[in-house]
Nanobody
Framework: QVQLVESGGGLVQPGGSLRLACAAS????????MTWYRQAPGKEREPVAS????????SYADSVKGRFTISRDNTKNTAYLQMNSLKPEDTAVYYC?????WGQGTQVTVSS
């Protein structure tokens, strides 16, 4: 059974940091790229950051470049999204996606 489980969301003040994790099981995680998406209230889901299967190449949305870092540990079947200098506009539900499978999402709220 394929599962992607996000964790690490929460409430943080502007300028703060969070690290999201996405734990994968049920498929060969190391063979597939992984993408973090987010969906804010009333908005469409958008890609935030992506990483190739071996972790050798990454890409980011312009809105998070220089603040977010995507990484993965294929020995742990887990991907991460380190989010620094968070802004209120980063508030959203964050999802991980790999091999056309999706996690359930984790809420990130940036507010004072």
């Amino acid at each position: 059974q394929v599962q992607l489980v996000e964790s690490g969301g929460g409430l943080v003040q502007p300028g703060g940091s969070l690290r999201l994790a996405c734990a994968a099981s049920g498929f060969t995680f190391s063979s597939y790229a992984m993408t973090w998406y987010r969906q804010a209230p009333g908005k469409e889901r958008e890609p935030v950051a992506s990483i190739r299967s071996a972790g050798t190449s990454t890409s980011y949305a312009d809105s998070v470049k220089g603040r977010f870092t995507i990484s993965r540990d294929n020995t742990k079947n887990t991907a991460y999204l380190q989010m620094n200098s968070l802004k209120p506009e980063d508030t959203a539900v964050y999802y991980c996606e790999s091999h056309d499978y999706w996690g359930q999402g984790t809420q990130v709220t940036v507010s004072s």
